[in-house]
């Protein structure tokens, strides 16, 4: 199995072997591992695990952030905008429609 993994996993998970990813394969792999840690906070059984969860999402978030050379500021920004133009998702509403 191949994934990408945090920066101190070689140093105890000595079972695996590791490779720095080449550029091109670098947004694929953020991609594939938002999608992980995104299945692993639907799956979160604890407040805890759930925390923990959300930290990696938030994790790799940063990291692709960092791959696509945004800084936090102004991607917090954009969030910001964002929110004070639509809302954010406080109310939990659900839309319905139907598609024709």
């Known amino acids: 199995m191949k ?5 101190k996993i070689p140093e105890f998970a000595h079972y695996a072997t590791y490779r720095e990813l080449a550029p091109a394969e670098r947004e694929p792999a953020l991609k594939q591992k938002l999608i992980e840690e995104t299945n692993e906070v639907l799956a979160a059984k604890t407040k805890t695990n759930l925390i923990e969860e959300l930290g990696d ?6 990291a692709y952030l960092n791959f ?13 905008e964002k929110r ?14 139907e598609e024709k």
């Open 3 to 7: 994934k990408l993994v945090r920066d």
């Open 57 to 62: 999402v938030y994790e790799v978030i940063l």
């Open 68 to 80: 696509k050379n945004v800084d936090q500021a102004t991607f917090l920004k954009q969030v910001k």
């Open 84 to 97: 004070a133009l639509k809302g954010g998702f406080t109310k939990y509403l659900e839309m319905n429609w």
